[in-house]
């Protein structure tokens, strides 16, 4: 004899919900317990933070010899990467917890990861231009444009806003010729401005600008000495070309809010922190260096608002001592179970085999007191 079996003529409002309710949940549970996944890049981005730490060191050691005091009170894990509240030199207000952030050594990995998804590889052509505003992030770039492998064209701007390099004793553009001489680096900036409002020194005294300009020219390094904003991008513009021979540029790495660079204060908003490959039309239309790049398609990497950079790779703000190397969510990659993936579609599938082509679901909705379904039910052999 044949068994004979049935099922409502439709599915049950009920079983709509739950299933639906059921599905949720297992989206949920998949996104909830992500396992690890190797990095091909690890590598790379500890020996970018460890080279990082290293020069970190190497400055504090130089300041100390100098007679330069670390005040633990506002550098509280004795980087040696922030400076004072206001001195001669100093060009701009700054926030000092920002600048605490940008002292961890593991921003270097963060760097190698924007740089690799900007697509950029061993020997390939890198422009930069930064201040002494974020020494620490500086130094962070530095190490990983070594070690990527990259080739920078660097121009910098010796001025520094509050809380930066910006002691007379020792200007960014002193560390960095120390550590090029000491090796840490391959390559140094090529020229540099003295900084100031819109990078063309107002606001600095004339002392302060006599300082600047005597560094500059102890660092052996040609002096961008542009009159207003408009010349100031064509300048850096055509030192880039310059340098770059008949190579392209793969990418620019801006840090810091350089009005030059940036675009006047609209400008620095007007990008995303982090890596920017497009821009939209009303931002096309700021000039700076940035724009100019982006309109060749160039990746523009943006490292402003370092709490944000900080929060969206998972490091530390304002860490109250320098972090080990290592540390932080750049350094961990996560993905989907495919086995929990799996497990999830199978027991949605059964689920829905159970309860739509069978009639337990009629049975157990109707048991938990769901409304009957109108009509006879449909015979199935």
């Known amino acids: 004899m044949k068994r004979l079996y049935w099922r ?8 709509i919900v739950f299933m639906a309710a059921f599905s949720l949940l297992g989206l949920a549970t998949v996104e909830y317990f992500r396992v690890e996944a190797p990095q091909e890049d690890l590598d790379l981005k500890m020996q ?52 605490q952030t940008s002292t961890n050594p593991n921003l270097a990995a963060v760097v190698i990861d924007m740089l690799i998804k900007a697509g950029v590889g061993k020997g390939d ?47 960014w553009i002193d560390m960095e010729t120390m550590l090029y001489e000491e090796q840490y680096i391959p390559f140094r900036s090529v020229a540099s401005s003295i900084g100031g409002y819109e990078d063309l020194g107002i606001g600095l005294g004339d002392e302060a600008r006599k300082i600047i300009r005597k560094s500059i020219s102890d660092n052996d390094l040609k002096r961008l000495e542009a009159e207003d904003f408009a010349n100031a991008i064509d300048e850096r513009m055509n030192v880039y070309r310059k340098q770059a021979g008949s190579q392209e ?17 609209i400008g620095k908003r007007a990008y995303k922190p982090g890596l920017n490959r497009t821009a ?80 337990f679901g009629h049975r157990f909705m109707k048991g938990r007191g769901s409304r009957k379904i109108s009509g006879q039910p449909e015979p199935m052999v």
């Open 8 to 15: 409502p003529r439709q599915v049950s409002q009920s079983i």
């Open 280 to 359: 939209s039309r009303a931002t096309m239309q700021i000039d700076s260096i940035m724009t100019r790049f982006m309109r060749k398609d160039v990746p523009v990497i943006h490292l402003v608002e370092m709490d944000q950079i900080a929060m969206m790779y998972g490091m530390p703000l304002k860490p109250q001592q320098q972090p080990a190397v290592g540390e932080g969510g750049v350094f961990k990659q996560t993905r989907r179970s495919r086995l929990l993936i799996l497990a999830v579609l199978l027991a949605i599938l059964g689920s829905l085999r159970i309860f739509v082509l069978t009639d």
């Open 48 to 99: 970018a933070a460890e080279l990082s730490k290293e020069m970190m060191e190497a400055i504090r050691n130089e300041k100390l010899h100098l007679g330069m005091r670390i005040n633990t009170a506002i550098d509280p894990g004795s980087t040696g990467m922030i400076g004072e509240l206001m001195t001669p030199l100093t060009t701009l207000s700054g926030r000092l917890g920002a600048k």
């Open 249 to 265: 540029y793969k990418a620019y790495i801006n840090v810091g809010g350089g009005a030059v660079s940036v675009g006047k204060t």
């Open 125 to 171: 052509l890198v422009a930069v231009g930064y201040s002494g505003s974020f020494p620490g992030m500086n130094v962070s770039v530095l190490a990983a444009l070594k070690t990527i492998g990259a080739r920078p064209v660097i121009l910098a701007s010796a001025g520094s806003s509050q809380w930066g390099a910006n002691s007379p004793k020792f200007l």
